[in-house]
T-cell receptor
């Protein structure tokens, strides 16, 4: 079984300040972990993914995430927020064990960026 | 260009009027799936298909049907839509290694279909 918890439904930051979006997961098998972003009225776009290689993963638009197995976390960070980062972010877990689900989505974190 | 297409992109309908949302992919992927997205709930899987003629229920299958008669298409059918099926729907695909597990990599999403049932 797998699950993912996004600890904040809303995060608000000022432009130019760091971003931290928190995600905890559980998985019965070695998981793959993803962050997707969805801008208003747009589809889902992959930001970055972890698939058992380096634990610090760099993605697009300056985002990165660190896989911490001991903490079962995969938090998303960015050193300096930009207005265009305002969107909804989804943490996603996928384990390769048998069973029906390939992906489990978190409930999403809406990021607001204040000028 | 590799893509997943959905039609229609927007639909407003009335309770009880049967509808079909189509999903088509040109990547020869074996695995296809339907999700619905609702505020505060993230994406929840409705149905998925491991291959042609192989379909199974996801987390929220009630009120939906699917079929997989050919590899590239995976339509979502609402026989008698109700207002609680008003949602944003995404189709997604994923390749499988020959004879092996699903590739633990990017899942390709369609652009979404916004459905309103009055």
């Amino acid at each position: 079984a797998q699950s993912v918890t996004q600890l904040d439904s809303h995060v608000s930051v000022s432009e130019g300040t760091p971003v931290l979006l928190r995600c905890n997961y559980s998985s019965s098998y070695s998981p793959s972990l993803f962050w997707y972003v969805q801008h208003p009225n747009k589809g889902l776009q992959l930001l970055l993914k972890y698939t058992s290689a380096a634990t610090l993963v760099k993605g697009i638009n300056g985002f990165e995430a660190e896989f911490k197995k001991s903490e079962t976390s995969f938090h998303l960070t960015k050193p300096s927020a930009h207005m265009s980062d305002a969107a909804e972010y989804f943490c996603v877990v996928s384990d390769q064990g048998p069973g029906r689900r390939a992906l489990t989505f978190g409930s999403g974190t809406r990021l607001q960026v204040q000028p | 260009e590799a893509q997943v297409t959905q039609n229609p992109r927007y639909l407003i309908t009335v309770t009880g009027k049967k509808l079909t949302v189509t999903c088509s992919q040109n990547m020869n992927h074996e695995y296809m799936s339907w999700y619905r997205q609702d505020p505060g709930l993230g994406l929840r899987q409705i149905y998925y298909s491991m291959n042609v003629e192989v379909t199974d229920k996801g987390d929220v299958p009630e009120g939906y049907k699917v079929s997989r008669k050919e590899k590239r298409n995976f339509p979502l059918i609402l026989e008698s839509p109700s207002p609680n099926q008003t949602s944003l729907y995404f189709c997604a695909t994923k390749p499988r290694l020959a004879g092996g597990p699903l590739v633990p990599d990017t899942q390709y999403f369609g652009p979404g279909t916004r459905l309103t049932v009055l």
